[in-house]
């Protein structure tokens, strides 16, 4: 991978909890509504995906079972590299409680084998 260039922004942020709301849009599973100066990204069901022109359909998503310990470390990073090394991309998605990791679903399969072989167990979907 080529050389990164990473942004630290100005202040400090909060990861906040808050009580069960009925997300912007109205689906069974993760929703995720990120708002930037850039714009804003959703993840969700692709059923009920808002239109726009520029849209990235077919990811499949595979959580990790918690809640996990928030202090806990290097979770997303054994994933990631565990997927890298198969050549496969992400998109990760962490929650207060735990994290989430998107695969393109052409990829699915190979992302599952390279998970099982690296000791994980692939729960039922």
Same mark, same amino acid.
């Given at each position: 991978?080529? *050389? =990164?260039?990473?942004?630290?922004? $100005?202040? &400090?942020?909060?990861? +906040?909890?808050?009580? @069960? %709301?009925?997300?912007?849009?109205?689906?069974?599973?993760?929703?995720?509504?990120?708002?930037?100066?850039?714009g804003?990204?959703?993840?969700?069901?692709?059923?009920?995906?808002?239109?726009?022109?520029?849209?990235?359909?077919?990811? *499949? =998503?595979?959580?990790?079972?918690? $809640?996990? &310990?928030?202090?806990? +470390?290097?979770?997303? @990073? %054994?994933?990631?590299?565990?997927?890298?090394?198969?050549?496969?991309?992400?998109?990760?998605?962490?929650?207060?409680d735990?994290?989430?990791?998107?695969?393109?679903?052409?990829?699915?399969?190979?992302?599952?084998?390279?998970?099982?072989?690296?000791?994980?167990?692939?729960? $039922?979907?």
């Amino acid at each position: 991978m080529k *050389r =990164l260039i990473v942004d630290l922004a $100005p202040g &400090e942020y909060t990861i +906040t909890r808050l009580a @069960a %709301a009925p997300p912007p849009i109205e689906a069974d599973g993760l929703v995720s509504v990120t708002t930037t100066a850039h714009g804003v990204s959703v993840v969700c069901p692709s059923a009920v995906a808002p239109p726009s022109a520029d849209t990235r359909p077919g990811w *499949r =998503l595979l959580t990790v079972r918690g $809640p996990l &310990e928030f202090d806990l +470390t290097g979770v997303m @990073a %054994a994933l990631a590299g565990e997927l890298a090394a198969a050549g496969v991309t992400l998109l990760a998605v962490s929650t207060y409680d735990t994290d989430h990791v998107l695969v393109p679903a052409v990829d699915l399969e190979r992302a599952l084998k390279a998970l099982r072989e690296a000791g994980h167990e692939i729960g $039922p979907s």
